[in-house]
């Protein structure tokens, strides 16, 4: 609750307060001119779900580093709706219970007109019915197929990233045509790695290709040795996607059982080695496989502006890496999804002329009414679609090869590649 | 994959797991044997050991083996006196009641984990192998280094085995076990006992967290499973007996590789936690421990 201090009641100290407040105002117009001009200039107060700690601390670390660097601009270009906007965040420690609290705390305690940031699905899955229970949007910033599967409700959306069924179908084409057609899949054992399975596996036959073997591993596993004889002898390629703090482990892992010889080709998604250097001692034989990359972690010799003026806001160097420190490796291919989805929402809070909580129907619906994101700094992925429907977005996709231990670019794909008909019309449904 | 290298494989996994529970379990084993304190933050002891080795091998220079080495003689140090210290400064408060400590413990656990997570953060960081040298099966590759961790796990126990039946030590400290009222009757300060014996048991579960995390990393909630293995690993033993651990660890590692290679690793979880129950129930002294006397 807000006092508001009834006439006559205010005291000396308060009337100071005031002017000295007034004061600055009016000297800091010369600064920011746009936020005087607008009916209230008190700031929208966001709320950032963060990972900090628990597994899926590395994503939190650099989410939390992007999501800074895109308030600082969106702040310096005149924040929202001629408001400046704060961000409130709280570590969930990756864990769906807390995920939940965090949420409610944002909200009713400090009085966060939405919340956004997620990543892990458990988590997400977790703290969505509290989004529709307190009527608080609830951005998402996890490329789990959860939005678009109409699983969730109409309070949550993913205007920030490609979801995992849409990647993968726009990889499984390139990967039959020329990497091979027998795949087995290592996956991690819960709905992120069910959505890797059951999506590429469909995918996969619409090429001619098939799934030979599916390996679900616990998320909390530490050994994966005793995993891998089960791949089948005649595998073409050998399809990875892990997660959480073993993932390095993993790939050793399989680098030493294969170090008796050939090996299948590898595809990779870049979640097995985000946060680690490619170039790290064990991972040798990963030279000339190929990953999917949401965004390219090594600067590519055709880099653009934005692309530069991204890396720079974030303070990322050519490697992928945090400029103080090259040992401390970014999440760059799912990171750019707090950015993104912070622009996303200057655009929908606008077209909403978001006020406060009350508008918070309004600002779904603005979302719903929203179709393409154009490449640009506010979307430095690259081009995007937002299908209201199903509140997903959709972008383009890379593939790289390591070649003397960095991620060379060898083929972008279409947002038309990863569309699929819609599973849901979340705007037939009730707040 | 034929089923001999197959069954290659699962033995030399199932025997890396083992060597590693087998350190572990034995010093939550030695600390309930001679101090009756069901020690509940054995697992974040363990977790110390890999955090200081990897501060030990990212602060060191030289060739990986010299930080290794200088890792897997230091880790236990420290964590043996941090566990010496809390010793001192509660357990020995409590008078080692048992209910007492296993609240006091689990106290411990949450202190040692979040004072990791505050100095260390929350990320999963490599500590190098001392060497990198692969074995060629025919069929598979397998790191050399897995090999010397069973091995040197095997040394370690035989050391151990030593300390307890060869030396002054081990005979102050059975003589508490037996009975710590003749023992202080006899002039032997039980106190001190009570102090190394924790700081030693400390110590085992921190020398095989240096052993794995070369294999694993090291992370700040890395002590939960080793906890709860070396449970199973002393409940099936029998609480307190050596070599009951030691057979169990055997029994439950290289089952475990085994089932998991050839079904499923949460099936192997599942049958270790039902000889648990089976051994709660049907010989709830475990395998090898002796009846109550």
Same mark, same amino acid.
């Given at each position: 609750m807000t006092k508001i201090p009834v006439p006559g009641t205010l005291s000396r100290r308060g009337l100071l307060r005031g002017m000295a407040a007034g004061g600055g105002l009016i000297a800091g117009a010369g600064a920011f001119p746009r936020f005087v001009q607008a009916q209230s200039s008190a700031p929208y107060r966001l709320g950032f779900q963060v990972h $900090? /700690?628990? &597994?899926g601390a590395t994503y939190g670390r650099w989410y939390e580093r992007t999501v800074n660097a895109a308030l600082e601009v969106l702040n310096a270009g005149g924040g929202i709706n001629g408001r400046p906007v704060e961000l409130v965040f709280e570590d969930d420690a990756t864990d769906p219970k807390r995920g939940a609290e965090v949420f409610e705390k944002l909200v /009713?305690?400090?009085?966060?007109?939405l919340v956004f940031g997620a990543l892990f699905s458990h988590v997400v899955v977790g703290t969505a019915p509290r989004a529709q229970e307190l009527k608080v949007p609830y951005l998402v910033c996890s490329e789990g197929h959860h939005v678009a599967s109409g699983a969730?409700?109409?309070?949550t959306l993913q205007p920030g990233i490609t979801d995992v069924k849409s990647q993968v179908q726009a990889m499984a084409p390139w990967v039959s045509a020329n990497l091979g057609k027998k795949v087995t899949m290592i996956y991690p054992d819960y709905a992120f790695g069910y959505d890797h399975r059951d999506n590429f596996t469909a995918a996969m036959a619409a090429q001619g290709g098939e799934v030979i073997a599916a390996l679900g591993i616990p998320? =909390?596993? =530490?050994?994966?040795t005793r995993y891998?004889? $089960? &791949?089948?002898?005649? =595998?073409e390629v050998i399809y990875h996607v892990m997660v959480g703090p073993a993932v390095l482990t993993f790939v050793k892992e399989l680098g030493e059982f294969y170090s008796g010889g050939d090996h299948p080709a590898i595809f990779g998604f870049i979640d097995s080695l985000e946060g680690v250097d490619v170039a790290s001692p064990g991972l040798e034989f990963l030279e000339g496989t190929h990953f999917w990359e949401g965004q390219c972690r090594d600067l590519q010799e055709d880099a653009t502006p934005v692309e530069t003026f991204y890396r720079e806001a974030v303070g990322v160097d050519a490697k992928g890496a945090a400029i103080e420190d090259p040992r401390n490796i970014s999440t760059y291919s799912h990171m750019f999804s707090t950015w993104e989805t912070l622009f996303a929402l200057k655009t929908a809070m606008e077209a909403a002329q978001y006020g406060g909580r009350e508008d918070g129907e309004a600002l779904v619906e603005a979302f719903e009414a929203m179709s393409e994101m154009p490449y640009s700094n506010e979307h430095p992925q690259g081009d995007k679609i937002f299908n209201g429907r199903t509140h997903q977005a959709f972008g383009v996709q890379n593939i790289s090869k390591i070649e003397d231990g960095r991620l060379v670019r060898v083929h972008t794909t279409t947002i038309e590649d990863g569309l699929y008909p819609d599973e849901v019309d979340y705007t037939t449904r009730p707040f | 994959m034929d089923l001999g290298p197959y069954l290659l494989l699962a033995a030399l996994e199932g025997l890396t797991s083992a060597a590693v529970l087998a350190l572990t379990a034995a010093g939550l084993s030695l600390v309930f044997g001679v101090?009756?304190?069901?020690?509940?933050a054995h697992g974040e002891f363990f977790m110390l050991g890999a955090v200081i080795a990897w501060f030990v091998t990212a602060h060191v220079g030289g060739p990986p083996w010299l930080g290794f080495l200088l890792a897997l003689a230091l880790s236990p140090l420290v964590v043996g006196a941090i566990a010496a210290a809390a010793d001192r400064l509660v357990l020995k408060r409590l008078n080692y009641d048992p209910e007492a400590t296993i609240v006091a413990t689990i106290g411990l656990l949450y202190l040692l984990q979040q004072a990791a997570l505050s100095f260390y953060g929350p990320d999963a960081r490599p500590v190098p192998a001392p060497f990198d040298w692969r074995v060629r099966f025919p069929w598979f590759g397998y790191s050399g280094y897995k090999l010397f961790v069973i091995a040197a796990a095997g040394a370690l126990l035989c050391g151990l085995w030593l300390l307890m039946a060869r030396t002054r030590f081990g005979l102050v400290m059975r003589a508490t076990q037996y009975d710590p009222r003749t023992a202080q009757a006899f002039g032997i300060d039980t106190d001190r006992v009570y102090a190394g014996v924790f700081a030693l048991g400390a110590g085992l579960a921190a020398a095989a967290a240096v052993l794995i995390a070369p294999i694993s990393q090291a992370h700040y909630l890395m002590g939960g499973d080793p906890l709860l293995l070396s449970f199973v690993v002393v409940i099936i033993g029998g609480l307190g007996s050596l070599r009951g651990t030691l057979a169990a660890a055997l029994l439950i590692g290289v089952g475990e590789g085994m089932v998991s290679v050839f079904f499923s690793p949460t099936l192997a979880k599942i049958l270790a936690t039902l000889a648990v129950a089976l051994v709660l129930v049907f010989r709830p002294e475990g395998l090898f421990g002796a009846r109550a006397r």
């Open positions: $900090r /700690t628990g &597994i /009713t305690r400090h009085g966060c007109d969730l409700n109409r309070w998320p =909390t596993e =530490t050994s994966f891998l004889p $089960r &791949i089948p002898k005649e =595998t | 101090m009756r304190v069901v020690n509940v």
